[in-house]
């Protein structure tokens, strides 16, 4: 006989056979467009710090959800690339005429990476674990719509309900990241009360099981986390290949950015998620020496500000500050800083020029609800001068600037200090705020010590902290701009709005949320930008722009200015020529 | 060299160190937070003798840096020679120099052009190193100073203290003594500076800095003060003197610590450096005197960052200029040291000369 007939014959049928089975089965697999890869082989990354948890119910800290982002998977999802929503675990939904009812369509025939099917009780058990009370879950405040939670109702073993108090314009979005939770793994947690002790990093890996692309390998306290390829994954390329591409994804604790950027240029690590503008200067020289390639993704959603303390304080608890408040609460005063403010050369001498100034909180990443027609005041001291002339401040002979009262200006910005960049910002306007006569002292602190006195104690004057954006749609950043959101940083305890332009941005916020048409909603969103602008509550400065790295021969790469920055599409990521093969013997028959 | 001119060398070398550094306002160009923002990280200034056309220059001149990146990445500096300036000396170019008479401010040198000097280049926020590195000097080694000063004073009341009266005043400040050297400095350090409040100015800081360093470093010299005084009073002439109802401040005043003077001095020559690198450490470690006063501390605590230890080697200077006068003050301690021992040899072939002398009679 022919063998290369008999090979042939051999080659088709596995083929067919490969296909039947996951069409047999009746499993309603996602077909996607992406670049069709060659499978196999192992990727590092690394992470800051150990992970916390890898219990979605719980999860706040970046390491944690970056991981459970890889192993679960939610039934809408937000495409990071797009920023559009797509079909996830949810294959089809309906919404009603009023707007209020979500009918979705489940997957069906599709498993846990432990091979146990999943249906629309697990859809059932996830929202009811979430929106308990009990359970503290921080999604709890996510699934909440006009102050009360949504409803799921089972209407079959494929299909559920939702339903919203109101309609709600980001309605879609809100079930992305919200992972669905194996039932018949957690449901006995659950009803002891202890689900949130459940799916510690450090747990069995056979006992933890998602949706998602990967599944939990191996865990080494303070040095490794191994994830390997969920064979159950319900995604398949254009060939009907079944994703992920790679065998492992390897994730090495390693603790500073100094560290990781050494190791990646060393060839330990393969990709580089978010590093400063300085550090891609310092590998940018050997991008072809060495293999790798780096990405400058432009402005993110990342935005840095300055901003007063605003509290209601009780005169004699801090009474410094609250006299020093009399200034902040000056709109010509903070208004006057802001002028003050050189932006371009924080961009400059901070992010190299890798930032983009900004005067309100909508980077240039966020295409879709920037208002261009945001004034951009160039820097003037004279302007500001005038403007603090007009307040009731005026210079000394010496120069000092002094209130009516003859008080000498002077306050503190408190900044993390772990992060070099905004202790340089607050260098620059240290030394600019100087030239108005402006005394100011930069303490930098270590972050949890400055969020207990923003949050907690109220015990500040300024502080410079960055904010990132969790989606490009406004209705997150309600937190921020409302006078009770729980980001509301500089007026923590406000109760009522004390500002009329205040009460104007909890009108606007709240409106927006409920329209559902964007141009509408834009034009909402449009005069929040121009009240931030105008009366600087938080004095925007600066976006720095997303810049990440990878080896030059991982293929698949589609950087997202959103986080996980490069890992968030790590189903369609692959080796490409040689390397693959010296990968995949990397890996050793374990992985298999 | 002799022992005696070593020391005085080593003493003038070390007191010209500290006459500059105190003469900041004048021996600097710049103000040390004085911002050039067009010039970040800009390397170190090169002075020409020669131009372009061979033609000798009596006076030095400098070319200005210009970037030549627009725009993105990290400043690219080449030297534009079509604008220079001369070097000149004593000049009058900023409201911050030293007051020399009424409404008069000067600086050793600076330039005439438009041309910027900057001899050991600028840091991050286009400051010239130079000018930093000499006002930091004041905080980095006067810290040292005082502190060491601190410690001493300390050490010698408490060691007079324990040393003279004994009993269980010895025992409780050498308990104490003990517990100070066996706990680790820095750490101790960290612990007291985390207590003190945050928002304080560069000047309280710096006594605060002081303050602290000066209260950890008490412990050794209190012990060799101790070890002195136990020895010397039990000596004939301090036993005549309480004979002759002196009293013990007299005592102690007159006869005893006058007779620690030697092991003092050592000590403090010891102590200052030891105190200079504990504010440098405190300082590189964000502890110390706050942005925008500079001290060799903060200004090394850049290079904390990969890209700046990588990239701009004149960021080290601050680091560099501690090695010569760490050990211009070892051997300042060393010198002291052979002195005494010299002078101690002496006495004792006097007083062995005497004895025989008496014997003789």
Redesign the interface.
Known sequence: MNFRLVRAVLAISYLASTAAQAMKSGEDVLVTSGEIGTRGGRLVSSLRSDPKTLNPVTVVDLPSKGLIALLSADLIHINLYTQRTEAALAKSWKVSADGKRYTMELRRGISFSDGHPFDADDVLFSFKVYLDEKVHSPQRELLQVGGKPIQVRKLGPYQVAFDLPQPYAAAERIFDSVSILPRHLLEHAYEEGTISKAWSAAANPSVIAGLGPFRLKQYVPGQQIVLERNPYYWKVDLKQKRLPYLDEIAFLIVPTE?AQ??RFKAGDVDVLEKISA??Y??L?PDQNSRGYRLH?LGAGFEYDFLFFNLNDLSAKQLPEIKRKQEWFRRDAFRQAVSLAI?RE?IV??VY???ATPLWDQVTPGNKLWIDEAVPHPPRSLEKATTLLRSAGFSRQSDGTLVDSGGQPVEF?ILTN?SN?QR??I???I??DLGQLGMKV?????EFQTIMTRVFDSLDYEASIQGLVSGDADPNPEINVWTSTGGTHVWAQNEIKPVAPWQAELDTLMQRQTAILDYKKRKQAYDRVQEIVATYDPVICMVSPNVLVGAKASLAGVKPSVMRNYLLWDAEHLFWSGKKQEERRQAVGPSSH | MTTNKKLWFLALSLAFVHVVVVGAAFFAPYDAAEQHRDAPFAPPARLHFVDAQGKLHVRPYVCSWTNQTQGIGPARYAEDCSRTASLQFLVRNDPGGAQVGPGMTWHLFGTNGPAKIFLLGTDDYGRDQLSRLLYGGQVSLFAGLLATALSLGLGLVMGGIAGYFGFWLDDAIMRCAEVFMALPWIYLLFAVRAFLPLHVGPRQSFFLLVGVMGLTGWARPSRLVRGVILSAKERDFIRAARGFGASNAYILRRHLLPETSGVMLTQAVLLIPQCILAEVTLSFLGLGVGEPVSSWGNMLASLQKFYVLQSYWWMLIPGIALIPIFLLYNALADALLRRSKIKESSDRSNLMGERKLQEAL
């Open positions: 100094d950027v050494i300085e550090n200067a310092a940018e400058d050189d050369a400059r001498l190299q020029g890798r503190t200090s070099a202790i340089k607050a260098t620059i240290q030394d002292r930069v303490v930098p602190l």
